[in-house]
Nanobody
């Protein structure tokens, strides 16, 4: 049974910070790259960042400087820290896993979490 479980979302004021967690089970965690995505109501899923098992990291240009991705293989967990949150960050945030070496595309992600809601509002 493979599970990716996101947590850490919630309601936060603009300018605040959140750390989202992605806890994985049922997979050999260090065989997989982890990606973070978000989807706002009525919009398509947007890729944000990914990290592979050698800590190679990629950020979408739109979030560089505010988003930080990391992973802790001992805990089978990946993280996304978001600083200086803005209302336009409001979305459901998802983590997903793909085998390291696969192309960094949403189509390559084989496992997805259920999402955690981030709402940025004053």
């Amino acid at each position: 049974q493979v599970q990716l479980v996101e947590s850490g979302g919630g309601l936060v004021q603009p300018g605040g910070s959140l750390r989202l967690s992605c806890a994985a089970s049922g997979i050999t965690f260090n065989y997989y790259a982890i990606g973070w995505f978000r989807q706002a109501p009525g919009k398509e899923r947007e890729g944000l960042s990914c990290i592979d098992n050698k800590d190679n990291i990629r950020y979408e240009d739109s979030v560089k400087g505010r988003f930080t991705i990391s992973r802790d293989n001992a805990k089978n967990t990946a993280y996304l820290t978001i600083d200086n949150l803005k209302p336009e960050d409001t979305a459901v945030y998802y983590c997903a896993a793909r085998l390291t070496g696969t192309y960094a595309s949403p189509l390559s992600y084989t496992y997805w979490g259920q999402g955690t809601q981030v709402t940025v509002s004053s």
